[in-house]
């Protein structure tokens, strides 16, 4: 019986197969847009190498490509992020099939059918959606790999700011030098310091949102 009541027919040598293969299918779906992700972090790290290659090649360049490098990786957290919505829809699937099907199988021999867990598989290829919102997506991807980038890019830039065009003396040189053209310092330094909490600030929501879809659950496994 599942939880509604109704009567659960075991699966047949042909359904077991099929969802074998449908788990094959699923796995090779994941393990592709998997490499997506790995694409646009490499895009990420290796601009910011050029900018810190550009920005340390002489005492007297500017800070700025360190600045515009940002830019850049803005557009491919933002990409990636989208990615990972996608990567995580066939991740999430991989992971229903592997906790509800394979590891009671292998475990004691049931597929526990009454558990219902099927159905929610069923409704998530008839009606497929996001599992995670843009937000929740960005927030991972920093706490998993783009956080080390923006500390390297914001140490980057301090230090430069600190050591040339010669070794900082004093505080206010600190404001004297990070301005940009017509753009005073403190305005540039506060726009860094905005662009560090933004992304610092998406990286919290999602670690909430994940701690409380966890509580939900009570489990650590499930779609999304």
Excluded at 74 to 95: G, I, P
Excluded at 100 to 119: C, E, I, R, S
Excluded at 120 to 136: E, F, I, K
């Amino acid at each position: 019986m599942d939880e509604t009541g109704a009567a659960q027919k075991p699966l047949d040598a042909a359904e077991i197969g099929a969802v074998a293969h449908l788990y094959r299918g699923e796995v090779y779906r994941s393990t592709i847009w998997r490499t997506r992700l790995d694409t646009t972090t490499n895009w990420a790290v290796v601009t910011l190498g050029i900018a810190l290659s550009i920005s340390f090649a002489a005492p007297q360049a500017s800070p700025l490509p360190l600045i515009l490098v940002g830019v850049l990786i803005f557009f491919f957290l933002w990409l990636e992020a989208r990615r990972y919505r996608y990567f995580n829809v066939w991740r999430a699937r991989c992971r229903w099939i592997e906790t509800h099907f394979y590891a009671p199988m292998l475990h004691d021999g049931d597929h526990h059918m009454d558990h219902g867990w099927q159905q929610t598989l069923a409704q998530d290829y008839m009606h497929p959606r996001y599992h995670v919102s843009l937000w929740v997506a960005l927030g991972r991807r920093i706490r998993r790999n783009y956080f080390w980038i923006l500390l390297i890019q914001s140490a980057a830039y301090v230090g430069k700011l600190v050591v040339h065009p010669e070794p900082m003396t004093d505080a206010a040189q600190i404001v004297e030098r990070a301005a940009i053209g017509p753009l005073p310092g403190q305005a540039v330094l506060a726009m860094g310091v905005a662009y560090c909490l933004l992304w610092g600030c998406a990286a919290l929501v999602s670690l909430l949102t994940d701690r409380a879809r966890v509580r939900v659950r009570g489990t650590r496994s499930g779609m999304g």
